[in-house]
């Protein structure tokens, strides 16, 4: 069964240019999670999604990021315009449902210069 | 708020040793703490879950402790091997009235050296 898939797997843009990832979480989980990881620290919540609908998305910077899940499959995560302090690993992870287990994909490292 | 803390950020043992990683959280009101391994470039793997009405829970050579009331988690893992250096996160998830959310704590780096 193939696991979370997300694109790019690495992407330097510089600043002031926008960026989008892009999730497909596995096959049947309604819940979809994007975490934002900078380096040596532990994910952090963005945004939650119960298949369409975002949940919880205190905190995401509204300002400059967005996110979308249209059809309750896949998802994307915007940044614009990018800011040097935006460079981290965008980590996307699904779940059965709210609570259960937490499967992640490898994540999109991205570089602003 | 919920506060994780890993201490230490970083350890490296000799192969054969036995690991003891620890996490800690401010807010003893859980709904349960799970232990995730992270290869460098990847993802998050779960390794164990400890439901809040748990005092361990064990898979292999991984054992897992909860002191729900002293707000601390410890993770064994005996018998070290190389391939068990990575990066390990603990994280605690409150309960569905408070959020549902999952709150990590900053990993421990671990390095087993043949």
């Known amino acids: 069964e193939a696991g979370v898939v997300q694109s790019p797997r690495y992407k330097i843009i510089e600043k002031k240019q926008p960026v989008a990832f892009w999730c497909n979480p596995i096959s049947g989980h309604n819940t979809l999670y994007w975490y934002l990881q900078n380096l040596g620290q532990g994910p952090e919540l963005l945004i939650r999604?119960?298949?369409?609908?975002?949940?919880?998305d205190s905190q995401l910077p509204k300002d400059r990021f967005s996110a979308e899940r249209l059809k309750g499959v896949d998802s994307t995560l915007k940044i614009q315009p990018a800011e040097l302090g935006d460079s981290a690993v965008y980590l996307c992870?699904?779940?059965?449902?709210?609570?259960?287990?937490?499967?992640f994909g490898p994540g999109t490292r991205l570089l602003v210069l | 708020k919920q506060e994780v803390t890993q201490i230490p950020a970083a350890l490296s043992v000799p192969e054969g040793e036995n690991l003891v990683l620890n996490c800690s959280f401010t807010?003893?009101?859980?709904?349960?703490l799970q232990w995730f391994r992270q290869d460098p470039g990847k993802g998050l793997t779960s390794l164990l879950l400890i439901q809040s009405s748990q005092r361990e829970q064990t898979s292999g050579r991984l054992n897992a402790s909860l002191d729900k009331s002293s707000g601390r988690s410890t993770l064994y893992i005996a018998a070290s091997q190389p391939g068990d250096s990575a990066t390990y996160l603990c994280a605690v998830r409150v309960p569905k009235a408070a959020g549902n959310k999952l709150t990590f704590g900053g990993g421990t780096r671990v390095l087993v050296k043949p």
């Open positions: 999604y119960e298949n369409e609908e975002a949940v919880d």
């Open positions: 807010d003893s009101a859980i709904y349960n």
């Open positions: 992870a699904s779940s059965p449902g709210p609570g259960e287990t937490q499967y």
